[in-house]
């Protein structure tokens, strides 16, 4: 390993291939920041331009994008309340009250701070514990997957902060959403209503800009007729000090949100979406002060931005040991490294062992590019929330239109995008989240492939009991999903208590 | 307000990154029509990265030199392909707008679903040149060594061993239907959402077989027995495992990639596509590097493509109606 190592750190620090990562960390920033741009596409459209560069310099660039567009969709999450990519859904619910209080920027530092964390973080557990970690991987089957899906579903309790109900009934609506089109199992056809282009579904990332985007730039040209204040951003000194300083007093967040992280990708087919939503949830959990939460807490927005960074580390563990990729956008550089001739698996870090090494310390690297990049360009970007909303609403229009459309090419998209905006500002204005509307679309399909190839496997093996109760990660999960479910409840029959006993005292 | 106009600027810049940086060589001898005279559209109708996608990645800058115009690679997702066919089959049929086509796919949704937007003889086939075989395979510490020791399995207890593969109605689903049909035995089929998940979970123990294609079975071979191959021959990734014609089971079971146009599409026009997609299909070095990543390179053209779809809709149409009249 250390002669590989050796080989690599010359590879990293060689300008031209140092200056390629940056370069392709800024890009992916970028691609991030714009919703409907997804690192998948992005790292897709670089391929074919990797084919004549040499391999370690191939998979840094690569590696710098997917860095940088995992952390770019904070941008737009944090600044108009839009996830640029699906990984950004936790951010928003931290990151855009802080806007609105005018704090863009202790924002935006900190998830570019806790982002280089979580990444950082990711990338050594990918160094260092590959081969020992591929193998719960593969402990991941149809019951676990299903329970995982249960145990996220109880993250509602966390996001429904107003009404339990109205976040149950967000959930099933969600849930409802995402068995629009084929099924993945059996095949027929569901609510298409005639349309096949509903045939591929519900897209995530256009129900995503529906719900969060839309309502938001609804809200912002109400703002501005009602006269009331509308959201600005004043740059103030010392801001990002302060800012990493306080969170650098909190490392037991920092450290929990990365191994959620770390751990979520590792599971295939469980992204950064999950992994943060998941995180968020456990901040919440431990938190002293739960209610601070959503009203724009940096907390928040360090516990979502570590774990999604973390999570790109993670997704590579099985896709370099097993060759499975963790996530979409791993799945590209699956394809790269195999036009490249390299075949994921042991000979990965023995026979390739200089190129392997080079592209995991590069992704190391990356982090701190992309963290220097957001330090220093926090406060600039904070800034663009001060455009009148003259300008800003039509422009955000105008990027959700685009962005709804490139993911898919598709036009009904974009009508699907506007449909779920008018429905997401009538709904929030009754009280509804959108958060637990888009985790039973992410979660849906999940737990219904988990829910039927496990009732398959069991009636094969003739004991569902035995698939569903039986396996040693389900208990896990079922415990953590009890667990998750019973805590608040007894909370609020304990405060009812006190209450009660506070009453009779007074009295 | 410059710096949003910036970072639109910039996001241009990515996306035309897409138009890719081919070279422009020389004309091909085109005779009658002037083609082609501007950008062709190359539609996957998968997500970016799967085995399409790299396919055409591969081709684009050949293409670009062969027919002397940019290649653009776009996206339609959904449907196992559905959503994009059903788009090419309403393009105009000028040339410009070509897709991946992929078999089975092609014939069997259509075959299998009431609205899946197009119909199998409306795709134009212009060639295809990639054939992924199917093949049957259990863990290395499974207790079945053979094909004949795992039917006999299927038969003594029907429906308890479970086969993953991908999707519903798919390559692997009709394989797993055509062994039960041919041997007489049960079992139980698993569907994934893709090659990915299914292998998961092969590896991790939760299904005891699969049918995987055989770039997937090529990477993984040193984790599992291979007990047979869906190719008419002996294929060249895996000289030992015997194919399940050898066997005794008449089948064959295989994914073909390849390329179409819309219906109606002028023949000369075909002709030109036609005789770029050849050259690049029996170009060598493409050929070895499909080798090594666990392919079959195939180079038929569009006559060839044409009565190879047709041959194969006859025989999945004969398997649906069986399929139908056991009242499956």
């Known amino acids: 390993m250390s002669e590989h190592l050796m080989v690599a750190l010359g590879n990293v620090f060689d300008p031209v291939n140092f200056l390629f990562l940056a370069v392709g960390v800024a890009a992916g920033i970028i691609v991030g920041a714009l919703p409907g741009l997804t690192a998948t596409m992005a790292l897709a459209l670089l391929v074919p331009f990797t084919f004549t560069m040499e391999p370690g310099m191939a998979l840094m660039v690569l590696g710098g994008v997917y860095v940088g567009a995992i952390y ?87 996001l429904s902060t107003g009404s339990m109900l109205k976040g149950l009934m967000g959930g099933a609506f969600g849930v409802l959403l995402s068995t629009i089109g084929i099924a993945p199992i059996g095949g027929d056809m569901r609510f298409t209503f005639g349309f096949h282009q509903l045939q591929a579904g519900v897209e995530l990332i256009v129900a995503l800009i529906g719900f969060f985007c ?42 929990r949100s990365s191994v959620i992280g770390c751990f979520v990708g590792i599971v295939p087919g469980a992204g950064g979406n999950i992994a943060a939503l998941v995180s968020y949830n456990e901040a919440v959990r431990f938190a002293k002060n739960k209610s601070k939460f959503g009203t724009g807490t940096i907390d928040g927005v360090a516990a979502a931005e570590a774990a999604n960074n973390s999570e790109v580390g993670g997704s590579l563990v099985p896709l370099l040991s097993l060759g499975i990729p963790g996530a979409a956008p791993a799945a590209v550089i699956l394809g790269a490294l195999m036009l490249q001739g390299l075949r994921p698996g042991p000979e990965l870090f023995s026979v390739f062992g200089g190129i392997t090494y080079t592209f995991l310390i590069s992704l190391i690297f990356a982090n701190v590019v992309m963290f220097v990049l957001g330090f220093y360009g926090s406060r600039h970007i904070a800034r663009l929330i001060n455009l009148s909303p003259n300008l800003l609403a039509p422009m955000i229009v105008f990027l959700t239109v685009i962005g709804s459309f490139a993911i898919r090419n598709n036009m009904l998209d974009v009508s699907i995008m506007v449909f779920f905006g008018l429905v997401g500002y009538l709904t929030k204005k009754m009280g509804f989240h959108p958060g637990p509307i888009c985790l039973g679309l992410i979660l849906g399909p999940i737990l219904e492939n988990g829910l039927v190839q496990s009732m398959l496997l069991g009636k094969a093996t003739g004991s569902m009991f035995h698939v569903f109760f039986t396996r040693p990660i389900s208990m896990v999960l079922i415990v953590l999903s009890l667990v998750s479910v019973t805590l608040p409840a007894i909370a609020s029959l304990r405060a009812w208590n006190q209450e009660r006993k506070g009453g009779v005292s007074t009295a | 307000m410059r710096k949003a106009f910036g970072i639109l600027a910039v996001a241009v810049f990515v996306l035309t990154l897409a138009v890719g940086c081919g070279q422009q060589g020389q004309e091909s001898t085109a005779p009658k029509v002037d083609y082609p005279t501007k950008p062709i559209t190359y539609m996957i109708p998968f997500n970016p990265g799967g ?16 027919l002397g115009q940019k290649v653009i690679i776009t996206y339609k997702a959904g449907g196992g392909g559905a959503v994009g066919w059903s788009e090419l089959v309403n393009k105009k049929p000028d040339g410009y707008f070509i897709s991946g086509i992929n078999i089975p796919h092609i014939i069997l949704q259509p075959l299998f679903r009431e609205d899946a937007g197009y119909k199998t003889e409306q795709i134009k086939p212009v060639a295809i040149f990639q054939a992924t075989p ?37 390559g692997h689903h009709l394989a797993t239907l055509q ?25 991790g123990g939760h ?15 040193d984790k599992m027995k291979i007990l047979a191959i869906g ?87 004969a398997v649906m109606e069986e399929l139908r009249a056991a009242g499956q």
């Open chain 1, 72 to 158: 770019g969709g904070c941008i737009a999450a944090i600044l108009i309340n839009t996830p640029g990519t699906p990984s950004a859904i936790a951010t928003t619910f931290d990151g855009y009250p802080l806007t609105k209080k005018g704090k863009a920027e202790h924002a935006l530092v900190t998830a570019a701070f806790s982002s280089g964390i979580g990444g950082i973080f990711g990338a050594i557990v990918l160094l260092l514990l590959t081969p020992l970690l591929a193998e719960v991987a593969l402990k991941f089957g149809p019951p676990e997957y299903f329970w995982l899906a249960v145990f996220g579903l109880t993250i509602i309790a966390t």
């Open chain 1, 214 to 255: 839309i309502p938001e730039v609804l809200l912002m040209v109400e703002r501005k007729f009602n006269r009331y204040g509308s959201v600005t951003y004043k740059p103030q000194k010392g801001v990002a000090k302060s800012v990493i300083l306080e969170l650098l007093r909190k490392p037991v967040l920092l450290l």
């Open chain 2, 51 to 66: 085995q399409s996608d790299l396919e055409a990645r591969r081709q684009q800058p050949l293409l670009e030199e062969f």
């Open chain 2, 134 to 170: 199917i093949g049957l395979a259990v863990s290395k510490d499974s207790p079945y060594d053979s094909l004949e020791e795992f039917i006999a399995a299927g038969k003594e207890k029907p429906g308890s061993i479970t086969i993953g593969g991908s999707g519903t109605y798919s």
């Open chain 2, 179 to 203: 062994l039960e049909k041919l041997s007489g035995a049960k079992f139980e089929y698993v569907p994934f959402t893709g090659a990915a998940p299914q292998l998961q979970a092969f590896l």
């Open chain 2, 207 to 221: 299904v005891e077989a699969i049918f995987g294609n055989s770039n997937d079975l090529v990477q993984h071979q």
């Open chain 2, 231 to 317: 190719s008419q021959e002996r294929f060249t990734a895996l000289p030992d495992v015997p194919t399940f014609i050898e066997l005794g089971y008449d089948m064959t079971a295989s994914i073909d990639r390849g390329v179409g146009v819309p219906p109606g599409t002028d023949d000369e026009i075909v002709k030109i596509l036609e005789e770029a997609f050849m050259r690049i299909a029996n170009n060598e070095a493409v050929q070895e590097q499909m080798v090594a990543e666990g392919f079959e390179p195939r180079a038929m053209n569009a006559a060839e493509s044409l009565e190879y779809i047709q041959a194969k809709t006859v025989e999945y149409t």
